[in-house]
């Protein structure tokens, strides 16, 4: 069984990436927005960070992998896909790993 201070970190990835998924379905990119082509010539060669994997610092690396989704988020226009689309994007890219933490906790399903 894990640790208190695991139980706490895992808890508060799992908040952040509910707040995380609440903010990527609510949101809406102002600013300027390519052509559909030259989007989807940027989107293939864009490669989505690597799973999320919480050993060593799981704080600091939980900063450093949610700025390279950002920065994917931004770099393929997924704020300009339907909430669905964003949910499972993000879900997808984090990693199954983190499936059955989200299965299994007691949230707001949206």
Known sequence: ???????????????????????????????????????????????????????????KTWKIWLQHFEWFEQAVNLGLKSNDQQISTFMMVIGSNWFEIYNNWPLEKH
């Open 1 to 59: 069984m894990a640790d208190e201070e695991t139980k706490e970190t895992i808890k508060m990835l799992v908040e952040q990436i509910n707040q995380l998924k609440s903010s990527l379905a609510a949101s809406t990119h102002a600013g300027t927005h390519m052509n559909n082509s030259a989007g989807a010539a940027i989107s293939s060669c864009v490669q989505p960070p690597k799973p999320l994997n919480i050993e060593g610092d799981p704080s």
